[in-house]
C-alpha cells in the first residue's frame, strides 16, 4: 500500500496473527451494519488491497473470493437493524466487529481497528485512522463486509424493487427519501436515523 499518502503505520505487533478489522453500512437508513475480521497469510499475498470504495464492484467482488481463498482466517458479522435502533449505530458497529472478531478460525493476536476507536475487544490492537488505505488487513477486511452488505442490499432489491436498493445500497439519496415518502418504511428500516424518526412523528 505504497501509494498511500499516509505515513507508514507503525504497528506495535511483529507476528503474523494480526487481524485487520472494518465496517460497512453506518450511513444507510435500512439494514445491518456488517463488519468484517481478516488475519492474512503473509506467504500468500494479495495484489490490489485497497479501500473498497475505490474498487469497481467487479474488483471487490473477485478480491472477495481471493482473500478467502487465501486469507488464514476471516469472519463476516453484523449487528441488526433492530440492535442499531436499540443501541445506536456507534454500539451497534462495535458489536458487529467484535462478532466478526470471535468468529476467527483463528485467535488473533493483535487487532488494526479501522478508524479512531477500538471496538472494546480483550485482544490488544490499535485504531487506525483510513486504515482501509494504508493496510492491506484493514483493506481485505473492508473489501469482505461491503460485498456482504451488498448482496445484501441486492437481496432486499429483489423483494421490494420499488425502492432502488440495488443502485443506492439503502443510502439517503433523492430516490431512496421519495420511496420512503410515497411508500413508507419497511421493517428492516433503521426507525431511529433521522428521516424515518421524522416521518414516524407524522404519522
Known amino acids: 500500500m505504497s501509494d498511500s499518502p499516509f505515513p507508514p503505520l507503525v504497528i506495535d505487533y511483529q507476528g503474523h496473527l494480526l487481524a485487520g478489522v472494518d465496517e460497512v453500512g453506518r450511513g444507510p437508513l435500512i439494514g445491518a451494519v456488517v463488519a468484517a475480521a481478516v488475519i492474512l497469510d503473509p506467504l500468500r499475498p494479495i495484489a490490489g488491497l485497497t479501500d473498497s470504495k475505490k474498487l469497481t464492484p467487479q474488483r471487490r467482488v473477485a478480491l472477495d473470493a481471493e482473500i478467502r481463498a487465501k486469507a488464514l482466517a476471516f469472519a463476516v458479522a453484523e449487528a441488526t437493524h433492530a440492535e442499531v435502533d436499540e443501541l445506536n449505530i456507534y454500539h451497534a458497529t462495535h458489536l458487529a466487529m467484535r462478532r466478526a472478531i470471535d468468529g476467527l478460525g483463528l485467535t488473533p ?22 486504515g482501509d488505505a494504508r493496510h492491506p488487513a484493514i483493506a481485505a477486511a473492508s473489501i469482505l463486509a461491503k460485498v456482504a452488505r451488498d448482496a445484501q442490499m441486492v437481496a432486499l432489491d429483489g423483494l421490494f424493487p420499488e425502492y432502488g436498493f440495488a443502485r443506492h445500497k439503502g443510502y439517503a439519496t433523492p430516490e431512496h427519501l421519495d420511496a420512503l415518502e410515497r411508500l413508507g418504511p419497511l421493517p428492516e428500516h433503521r426507525r431511529s436515523f433521522a428521516p424515518l424518526k421524522g416521518q414516524l412523528e407524522l404519522l
Not at 479512531?116 to 490492537?125: D, E, F, I, T, Y
Open 109 to 130: 493476536e493483535y487487532l488494526l481497528v479501522d478508524g479512531n476507536r477500538l471496538p472494546g475487544h480483550h485482544v490488544p490492537g490499535q485504531a487506525v485512522v483510513k
